[in-house]
T-cell receptor, first 120, second 109 residues
Framework: EVQLVESGGGLVQPGGSLRLSCAAS????????MHWVRQATGKGLEWVSG?????????PGSVKGRFTISRENAKNSLYLQMNSLRAGDTAVYYC???FGGGDSAIFDYWGQGALVTVSS | QTVVTQEPSLTVSPGGTVTLTCASS?????????PNWFQQKPGQAPRALIY???KKHSWTPARFSGSLLGGKAALTLSGVQPEDEAEYYC?????????FGGGTKLTVL
């Protein structure tokens, strides 16, 4: 059974840093792209970052230069390092499984999310 | 910056059919945008329904189908059930980035 479990959320002051983790199980982690998606309370979904199997990384303009996605295949883990946090970064952060090659689905499995609150 | 637009809200009667659409500010949506559709209910993580325009996941009910319609990606629900009341999001791939639509609140009434 595919499982994605986020951890590391919490309260952080504006300008601070936080690192989220996503523990993956039930599939060959190293063979899949992975993504982070966030959702502010009462708002829509926003793609935050992606990493492919070669560890090439992708970001939207809203977080580029502040957030860093990385992976550690030996530990079946995905990370999101978030720096220079702002109130607008307050959201639930989800990790999601991406493309796995061939005709595989994308964004098929999601974790339950980790809440990040940026406030003084 | 690509903007993806969905209907903010739609209402459908039980047993009816409804089509949700997903438009891109960059022009007509094609299969190269790899349209995805997700369903989200309050307090839950998003659930994937459709990928690559029309492909279904193993858990996607048969009443959900994806297509391209008039330059937009579309999600059609046929024989709507009360449990289909939810927020629906589309997701498009454009220029190395993924962009979500603002979501459609579907009410079954």
């Amino acid at each position: 059974e595919v499982q994605l479990v986020e951890s590391g959320g919490g309260l952080v002051q504006p300008g601070g840093s936080l690192r989220l983790s996503c523990a993956a199980s039930g599939f060959t982690f190293s063979s899949y792209d992975m993504h982070w998606v966030r959702q502010a309370t009462g708002k829509g979904l926003e793609w935050v970052s992606g990493i492919d199997t070669a560890s090439n990384t992708y970001y939207p303009g809203s977080v580029k230069g502040r957030f860093t996605i990385s992976r550690e295949n030996a530990k079946n883990s995905l990370y999101l390092q978030m720096n220079s946090l702002r109130a607008g970064d307050t959201a639930v952060y989800y990790c999601a499984r991406g493309f796995g090659g061939g005709d595989s689905a994308i964004f098929d499995y999601w974790g339950q999310g980790a809440l990040v609150t940026v406030s003084s | 910056q690509t903007v993806v637009t969905q209907e903010p809200s739609l209402t459908v009667s039980p047993g009816g059919t409804v089509t949700l659409t997903c438009a891109s500010s960059t022009g007509a949506v094609t299969s190269g945008y790899y349209p995805n559709w997700f369903q989200q209910k309050p307090g839950q993580a998003p659930r994937a329904l459709i990928y690559s325009t029309m492909k279904k996941h193993s858990w996607t009910p048969a009443r959900f189908s994806g297509s391209l319609l008039g330059g937009k990606a579309a999600l059609t629900l046929s024989g709507v059930q009360p449990e289909d009341e939810a927020e629906y999001y589309c997701l498009l791939y454009r220029g190395g980035a993924w962009v979500f639509g603002g979501g459609t609140k579907l009410t079954v009434l």
